[in-house]
């Protein structure tokens, strides 16, 4: 098989002088860049996901002196492979270097799409690669919060381009074996990963069968390479199936209920991704029909009809001119490209159709589309170079230098409003304090620090509409709502006197109850009926005392507790 290394249509191309002056200009860029996201990434963590899950769960397993099973919490179950990256620095007393792991797993995929480009282009055409992924505005919101999605974007692309590498080096066994460690990986940091083996899996086989047509014993080695790739791969997201199986006899719980069951409740993974948008969002047919295109367009942060987070629209645009003429690209070549398209394209439409509508949830598409985009630009840039006129030629590349130009402007701006939400230079001067910072962006923090300052050690709260953030509370908590269930509701439902629904927090151990209010008198009035009401008013009355009420949360004792 030919190696695309050694392809005389692959070589590196471009004048010396202009390719120096241009990777100068880039690592300008790239140092500029990664100095602005570092600054973003120096704060407090105040992002919803992290102060729920990825710093909480790893506090508590810390402070319990291992990991255990958390019932009330359904997504403790989930796999933590960088969440127990976290415990290392949270051990330490530090809560922003999280935030800094999970930046080095952008860096490390951005490494991957330089040393994928490079051999293929030139090292221009590589840099240029990095800084439009590193500067695409969810791969920045990524890295300056501690979720754990970047891992997955790096385990699924290593183990994409990795058989890309077995295909090249003619199916050497270790390619494959190291495609299945990597996504083995990846699942076993996001369940999202699950949709990256299943692809993977099925690509196995069907790439190596094409190599060797007509060929009968090529059939079961491919059948045997697709078992061993999916094999390792589970093997090694096993010790989270195995933990969850022993924990609550289900290995991928709380992503099925049982087996075959999914999650119920009246969300986009239940009733259908269309029926949900349009009795949510009041969204029309032909809306939900351009819902793919919408994608690269709509995205807000933390607007979940708009995906929560934003692409480029470029991510969508350059890549159709990689394809442009691809018959005269080198055999080698031109799969790559189909791969890779083909790639982005299930997955997405896999995670589509699975899944809520959220950029998170298809961001290992992205390196895949930056790599095409590259192939794009280069496609253009060799078709203008061909142009026989001087002055077209010109017009040419200043409308390409125009295109990838605004296609960074792009990022560059998300990167400018990012500072002005973030305000990252209040906190790095000393100007505002931790606490001053948390509470700018998280209300509940000057009740949750009362119950530090104050409370006994061993109070144990309920949470009540408080959106699960648990990470600054020192103290015992449990969720009210778990799985579409809210403990209180069911106890007042079960309840004939205020003394019942007492008696059934004395069962649970509770002895303090923190509570949004807002959200709370909402919910009471629309979901209980109007004697549930009464017995929940009377409960309050006789049995409820606030110790502590600012912002509209507030802290409440329960009045048989001594503490």
Request: net charge positive.
């Amino acid at each position: 098989m030919e190696n695309r290394l050694d392809s005389p249509k692959l070589k590196k191309t471009g004048n010396p002088s202009a390719l120096g002056w241009g990777k100068v200009l880039l690592l300008i860029l790239l140092a500029i860049l990664l100095i602005c996201i570092i600054i973003l990434a120096g704060v407090p963590p105040v992002s919803r996901d992290a102060l729920i899950h990825h710093l909480a769960i790893p506090k508590l397993y810390l402070k319990h002196g291992g990991m255990y099973e958390i019932p009330a919490m359904p997504f403790s179950y989930f796999p933590m492979n960088l969440d127990l990256l976290y415990l290392i620095p949270l051990y330490f007393g530090n809560e922003i270097a999280p935030k800094f792991i999970h930046l080095c797993f952008a860096l490390l995929t951005a490494w991957l799409i330089f040393n994928f480009l490079k051999p293929r282009s030139n090292s221009v055409y590589a840099l240029l690669g990095v800084i439009f992924f590193l500067s695409i505005p969810i791969i920045v919101k990524l890295s300056i919060t501690v979720y754990v999605d970047l891992g997955l974007i790096f385990f699924s692309t290593a183990s994409l381009l990795l058989v890309l590498r077995w295909i090249e080096e003619g199916f050497r066994l270790r390619f494959l074996l190291l495609s299945a460690l990597f996504c083995g990986l990846a699942v076993g940091t996001k369940y999202n990963g699950l949709i990256a083996l299943l692809l993977l899996t099925l690509f196995v086989p069907f790439l190596y069968s094409r190599s060797i047509p007509n060929s009968k014993p090529g059939f079961f080695k491919a059948a045997g390479y697709g078992i061993l790739f999916f094999s390792v791969a589970l093997l090694v997201f096993s010790p989270w199936m195995i933990r969850n199986y022993l924990w609550i006899n289900n290995p991928i719980y709380p992503l099925y209920d049982h087996f075959f069951n999914p999650q119920t409740g009246l969300n986009d993974q239940t009733i259908g991704l269309f029926a949900y948008r349009s009795m949510v969002y009041h969204e029309t047919w032909w809306q939900m029909v351009l819902l793919p295109v919408r994608v690269f367009f709509q995205g807000q942060d933390g607007n979940p009809q708009y995906f929560d987070g934003k692409l480029n629209p470029f991510l969508l645009l350059l890549p159709a001119f990689a394809f442009y003429r691809i018959r005269k690209d080198p055999p080698v070549l031109r799969n790559e490209k189909m791969l890779l398209l083909a790639y982005a394209a299930l997955f997405f439409a896999t995670a589509f159709f699975s899944s809520g509508m959220r950029i998170r949830y298809i961001s290992p598409i992205i390196p895949p589309l930056v790599i095409l985009s590259i192939f794009g630009v280069r496609k253009i840039v060799d078709s203008v170079s061909r142009l026989d006129n001087r002055y077209s030629r010109n017009l040419g590349f200043a409308v390409v230098f125009l295109i990838v130009s605004f296609s960074l402007w792009l990022n560059a701006r998300y990167i400018f409003t990012q500072y002005k939400y973030v305000d990252p230079f209040s906190y790095l001067s000393g100007t505002v304090s931790r606490e001053q910072y948390i509470e700018r962006y998280r209300r509940e923090y000057p009740v949750l620090r009362y119950i530090n300052k104050n409370l006994h050690p061993n109070a144990k709260m309920l949470f009540i509409h408080m959106g699960k953030r648990g990470y600054y509370c020192d103290r015992e908590y449990v969720l009210d709502m778990s799985l579409n269930k809210s403990m209180l509701h069911q106890l007042v439902r079960k309840s004939n006197r205020p003394e019942d629904i007492l008696q059934g927090f004395i069962s649970e151990g509770l002895t303090h109850l923190l509570i949004r209010y807002d959200i709370f008198d909402r919910w009471v009035k629309s979901t209980f009926a109007e004697k549930e009401q009464e017995l929940l008013k009377a409960f309050f009355n006789r049995h409820v005392k606030l110790l502590y009420f600012k912002s509209g949360y507030g802290v409440s004792r329960l009045e048989y507790a001594s503490f």
